[in-house]
Structure formats: structure tokens, C-alpha cells
């Protein structure tokens, strides 16, 4: 979600009248995103894969919660999003995963939803704009709101990190799988939105005395 409060033209900002609320701003942006991806057909056997696995998961959650949860599987970049609060995107290269793993990642994502991070977002937006998103207003604290929202961010990742442990474990599956998730994905720094790959591990090997341990 990071620097997305600069969305609207300058042009458009300048009139108040026709300024958006920053909520807008933010659905748009990720509307843009889920545009702009390549979703894979129904009825591919890897994309039938990622979302039995899917199902699998949903049927085990709070189903109030989940009942509006849509998954798009896509090709790209992407390994694992969630956006708008409810649309979990799924890289279909999951596939090639084993199951533990697939479901780590698929929980994680999951656990975004559970947690309502989409709706705390929005306040820390809605705090440094609570009106109209005007440019003028929104240089002025660009900085500050991407230092908390990166924060908020980074405890994001932590929280559904540790959703999809735990999930893990209620399905009956070893915590190797996370690790060998993290190890497969590739190991990464720490960026605006998520925690480095070291960061996310000690986080999660606080979690439990059996801790398998792993270096890159």
C-alpha cells in the first residue's frame, strides 16, 4: 500500500470537490493491481491444485468470516497477495510446492483476512488523511504516514505469519514445512511492506521449543 496516497493527479487533487477519500484511493490502486495480473484458467490441473489446497483451509477457518473470500490464481510475480481485504491472489507456481508448504503460504495470506488487516490499514491512512485526498495535503505527510504504515505493515506480516504456523498445526503438519516454504521462496531483505526472511523466521522459531533450524 505504500506511497498510493500519491494516486490522484495533481490536477484532480487540486479541486476538493472532485478529490477522492483515501479509502477510494486505496480500493482503486488495488483494483489496478488485480487488473493488471494473468489469471490462469479454472480448469488448469496446477491451478485445481492451489485451490483444492485453498478449500481445504477454508473449510477449517471461521466460514462467517470467509464466506466472501474470493482466490485468483495468476501467473507472474506474485507469490502470495492479499487485497481489498478478501481477494487472496495466488502465484499458480504454488502447485509445484508440496502440500505443507502450499498451505503455509496459503494460510498466511488467510490470515490477513481472519485478522482484518485490510481495515486497520485504512485508519492508519485515514488518520493522516481523514478528508479528501488533496496533494497538497498529502506531501506534506508522505513520510510520516509511510513510516507508520510500513510499521504497521511489518506487524502484519508477523501476525499472519504466526496464523499460518498455527494453522499448520492444527492440521496435523511439521513446522519443517514453514522453513522449507521460506527456503524454496527465496531468501529476502527487509522492504517497506514485509520484514526481511530473518526476521520473519526468529519471529516464528519464538513460537515453539521444536524449531527446526536452517540457514541460507
Known amino acids: 500500500m505504500m506511497g498510493i496516497v500519491l494516486a490522484c493527479s ?68 506474485v507469490v502470495g497477495e492479499t487485497l481489498q481485504g478478501r481477494i487472496v491472489v495466488a502465484n499458480v507456481a504454488l502447485a509445484d510446492l508440496p502440500e505443507g508448504e502450499r498451505i503455509f503460504v496459503l494460510a498466511h495470506e488467510l490470515g490477513h483476512v481472519m485478522l482484518d488487516h485490510w481495515t486497520q490499514m485504512g485508519r492508519v491512512y485515514a488518520k493522516w488523511v481523514p478528508g479528501r485526498v488533496e496533494q497538497q495535503h498529502t506531501d506534506a505527510i508522505a513520510d510520516r504516514l509511510g513510516r507508520d504504515a510500513s510499521a504497521l505493515a511489518h506487524r502484519q506480516e508477523f501476525e499472519a505469519d504466526a496464523f499460518a504456523l498455527n494453522t499448520l498445526r492444527a492440521l496435523g503438519l511439521p513446522d519443517r514445512h514453514v522453513v522449507a516454504a521460506f527456503m524454496d521462496l527465496g531468501w529476502r531483505s527487509d522492504t517497506a511492506t514485509h520484514p526481511g526472511t530473518r526476521k520473519r523466521l526468529a519471529a516464528l522459531r519464538a513460537l515453539g521449543p521444536d524449531w527446526p533450524s536452517m540457514q541460507p
Open 10 to 77: 495533481a490536477a484532480r487533487c487540486e479541486d476538493a470537490r472532485a478529490a477522492p477519500e483515501i479509502l477510494d484511493v486505496l480500493r482503486l490502486s488495488q483494483q489496478k493491481q488485480l487488473d493488471a495480473m494473468a489469471p490462469v484458467e479454472a480448469t488448469n490441473p496446477r491451478a485445481l491444485k492451489v485451490r483444492e489446497s485453498f478449500e481445504k483451509l477454508v473449510r477449517g477457518l471461521d466460514g462467517a468470516v470467509l464466506s466472501k473470500v474470493e482466490l485468483r490464481v495468476v501467473r507472474g510475480d
